[in-house]
């Protein structure tokens, strides 16, 4: 919200450039005329240049990102340029020229032969005009929102932060009309005060890129960020709120007892008897229509599911925490199916490869599932959820209202004693009554008991790369000799050989590259995948120097060998005997493996 008051604050006091003084005395000319015939068409053209060229600046700026690696260092010297003419007026003077004589231009041509045009055309282009003025005027504070968009990426929050200026910007003008000469006067007397807060702001402007450059963004900058993410790959998460609920080893989700969690109360199966369900209304199911494709079944619609309980799961298909659910979800679909309960997995991705149809619908197959998909890719469905986990699980009665809700790993028993309730509710005859009780194998298996002290280790620089301990840090997006340290503390990792680190993954440019991890716990997975032609990668686990033997995951032997022949999900670690500190090494025998990140239980 602070954002939001600053950029319309920032297009309130944009005002105050001196290239606005200018244009002025066109818009104080029209002050004594009706405010609705003229005034608001002045502003909505104003708007129509501000769109225009925020929408230029925006997607030619996201295209030079996403172009390639370079694309940040343009962004950066652009941040840059906007720091300086912040602090210097007249090389904001200079730049503006050419948009400036094409303002003027454009106010001038609503006068034929020195007479004012009647129509609403007058005011329009007026506006037009004063807002290509303005905008290259703006262009210190609104350039750091638009290279902030180039650099995060398009969404909906830099949309409504440029919404915020241009509303800010009009209320200036809206002020200029209603009170003409009375503001135009002060505004005058307050100009060189407003001067020493844009070279100030120009001053940390440039202080920013400076953090930028040398990586403070997703270094030091994120670790004294207060519960927050504060790196670029993580805009993603901060736009839609995503967030992995932990297995009971990992707060937030609370096993071990009931907790409230954004207004609705989790309980654990041992404070859940079904005579004590009390199941209030949190809302009502949301549109399915932002569903980008079905998987097992047409489209389904809120409305078509009317009379049907309904249990909505959120998930991934590289998420442990979401794959340990599954011998429940599935259980539950084909128990209750006869009973009239609609299983719905929402498929919402974390990793570029999750967006791919294929890889779903052929993750979807390999997983047994055999209830409705539906792929999630733009998120639309968990914003109509507000979710904000994975996996969390809603549950829908048959009059389209959700009663209850389930974030993360475990509550089984008390899930479907909710279900088995909605169902009785909806007048369902023969509702089994018995508790399912499956047992996961492989990447589905439930987690130890003991505690879980390293938590999920992401290895794209954008999510900061915390415990890095290889000499000389990461080196972002371009290739580069990595060496292992003789020795790692608890949660420290480390890459050795030629690795190209990007914002989501390391990419291995050359065979027999390694990975090392201390870590405490039970299970070790690893998110990988092939080379970008698809070719197999083969590779070798270590576990204390030594092969794992028995402690070896599903994905290898007993030896540490196996091949990564797709893009998901690969238990590499499962110890016989517990949770305890163990030295992990992957050496991967063929080049190309992309590494993604590593989770426990």
């Known amino acids: 919200m602070l954002l939001f008051l600053v950029a319309y604050l920032g297009g309130v006091l944009t005002v105050l450039s001196p290239c606005i003084l200018p244009v002025l005395p066109f818009v104080f000319a029209r002050a004594d005329r009706p405010f609705r015939s003229h005034g608001l068409p002045l502003l909505l053209g104003m708007a129509l240049a501000f769109a225009g060229v925020a929408t230029l600046a925006a997607v030619g700026g996201g295209w030079v990102v996403e172009l390639n690696q370079y694309g940040r260092y343009a962004a950066i010297a652009l941040l840059s340029m906007f720091g300086v003419t912040l602090l210097f007026p007249s090389v904001a003077d200079r730049l503006a020229r050419p948009l400036v004589a094409l303002g003027v231009r454009l106010s001038d041509a609503q006068m034929h032969g020195g007479r004012p045009r009647s129509s609403v055309l007058s005011p329009l282009l007026l506006g037009v005009g004063t807002g290509l003025l303005w905008a290259p005027c703006a262009g210190p504070i609104l350039g750091l929102i638009l290279t902030g968009a180039a650099l995060n990426g398009a969404s909906v929050g830099s949309s409504l932060l440029l919404l915020a200026y241009a509303a800010g910007a009009c209320t200036s003008l809206a002020a200029a009309l209603l009170f003409g000469g009375r503001l135009f006067a002060s505004l005058k007397g307050s100009l060189r005060a407003g001067e020493w807060l ?46 992995k609920s932990q297995t ?33 209304v949190e809302g009502r199911l949301p549109s399915l229509a932002g569903a980008t ?20 799961d959120f998930w991934t298909y590289s998420c442990i925490n979401c794959l340990r659910t599954l011998p429940y979800v599935r259980e539950w679909a084909q128990k209750y199916k006869a009973a009239g309960l609609v299983v719905i997995g929402v498929h919402a991705p974390e990793f570029a490869f999750e967006k791919r149809p294929a890889n779903v619908r052929r993750a979807v197959q390999e997983l047994g599932i055999d209830y409705p998909v539906a792929i999630d890719n733009d998120f639309s469905v968990w914003r109509g959820f507000d979710n904000r986990y994975w996996p969390a699980f809603y549950f829908v009665d048959a009059q389209g209202r959700i009663r209850h809700h389930q974030f993360g790993e475990g509550g089984y028993e008390a899930s479907e004693r909710v279900l088995q309730q909605l169902l009785a509710e909806a007048g369902r005859s023969g509702v089994p009554s018995t508790l399912a009780a499956p047992q996961g194998r492989g990447v589905e298996a439930a987690p130890g008991k ?28 371009r290739a580069a000799v990595y060496r292992q340290p003789s020795s790692l503390r608890t949660n420290e990792w480390a890459l050795a050989g030629e690795w190209k680190v990007e914002s989501e993954r390391a990419v291995l440019a050359r065979a027999d590259g390694r990975i090392a991890l201390r870590f405490h716990a039970r299970d070790l997975h690893l998110v990988l995948g092939p080379a970008a032609d698809g070719k ?66």
């Open 198 to 243: 844009r070279r100030a702001a120009g001053a940390a402007v440039l202080a920013g890129v400076g953090a930028i450059a040398v990586g403070l963004d997703t270094g030091l900058l994120a670790q004294i960020s207060s519960g927050t993410t504060s790196t670029l790959e993580q805009a993603l998460v901060d736009r839609f709120g995503l967030r």
């Open 248 to 280: 009971q080893s990992h707060p937030p989700v609370g096993d071990a007892g009931a907790r409230q969690e954004e207004g609705g109360l989790i309980q654990t199966a041992a404070e859940s008897p079904a005579s004590a369900l009390r199941l209030g």
């Open 293 to 312: 494709e079905w998987i097992n079944s047409p489209p389904l619609s809120a409305e078509g599911l009317r009379g049907r309980v309904v249990l909505v």
């Open 450 to 477: 003991a505690p879980v002290l390293t938590e999920e280790t992401y290895l794209g620089h954008a999510h900061g790369a915390y415990g890095f301990a290889s000499n000389g840090g990461i080196v972002r997006d």
């Open 536 to 601: 197999p990668v083969r590779f070798r686990v270590r576990l204390d120097g030594q092969p794992p033997l028995g402690d070896h995951g599903s994905d290898v032997d007993a030896e540490g060998i196996g091949t990564i022949e797709g893009q998901r999900l690969y238990q590499l670690v499962r110890q016989s005997t517990g949770s305890r500190d163990r030295l992990f090494e992957i050496e991967f025998l063929d080049p190309g493996a992309q590494a993604y990140a590593f989770t426990f239980g």
